[in-house]
């Protein structure tokens, strides 16, 4: 269900034919992180429903963050380069050259990774006092989910980096709702009048 909520925040920024608001930085290591939860729990054998929703979430990520450098025209170097970084490293994974002591050292400074993701963000939105096409339901799902994952990681043993990781998921994205509430579109909507102000 929460993969199929956070297309939300696809469908938002495909409806708007804008994405902003929507840090790349963020998105590029949220992107990131996905890809190493993902790779950690397959690499490890755990069951799938402990890293299934990274995958997919990775996948609408990687369509997210394409959308970001489509409607903010980022430079086509920025955009060739996340496309050979993340296609390397999903094929060390596939291939068998990245060690599970490997994805294991990774993983743990995945906690730094999605600090580092969901930052730029929170302090993006406290600088323009707006969430632009934030979508309230993705977030309040992921936050939603991270309390769901912290009780399903304990029953299928997925360690204490993984429960550290959905702590501070559930701290963050907490903060993510709670800006989107207060501030939504406020600043994107500010932009927009001023042009209209001076025609008039």
């Known amino acids: 269900m929460l993969p199929t909520l956070s297309c939300k925040q696809v469908a938002n920024v495909l409806r708007a034919h804008s994405a902003d608001g929507l840090s790349a930085v963020s998105c590029e290591l949220e992107t990131w992180g996905l890809l190493v939860h993902t790779a950690y729990g397959y690499l490890k ?85 707006s969430t632009g096409q934030l979508s309230i339901i993705t977030y309040a799902a992921n936050t939603l989910g991270c309390v769901a994952r912290l009780f399903t990681t304990m029953q299928e043993g997925g360690g204490s980096a993984m429960f550290r990781q959905y702590v501070i998921s559930l701290v963050l994205n907490g903060i993510l709702v709670m800006q989107i509430l207060v501030f939504g579109n406020k600043g994107v909507a500010a932009r927009k009048a001023k042009p209209a102000a001076k025609k008039a």
Do not use: C, W
């Open 45 to 129: 054998g755990l069951a799938f429903s402990t890293y299934g929703e990274a995958s997919i979430l990775f996948a609408q990520n990687v369509l997210l963050l394409a959308l970001i450098y489509k409607y903010n025209r980022m430079p086509l170097s920025r955009q060739l380069a996340a496309v050979v970084l993340l296609g390397g490293a999903i094929a060390a994974v596939i291939t068998g050259n990245v060690s599970l002591a490997q994805i294991s050292h990774a993983y743990d400074l995945n906690n730094i990774i999605l600090m580092s993701a969901r930052l730029p963000q929170i302090l993006q939105n406290f600088s323009a006092r």
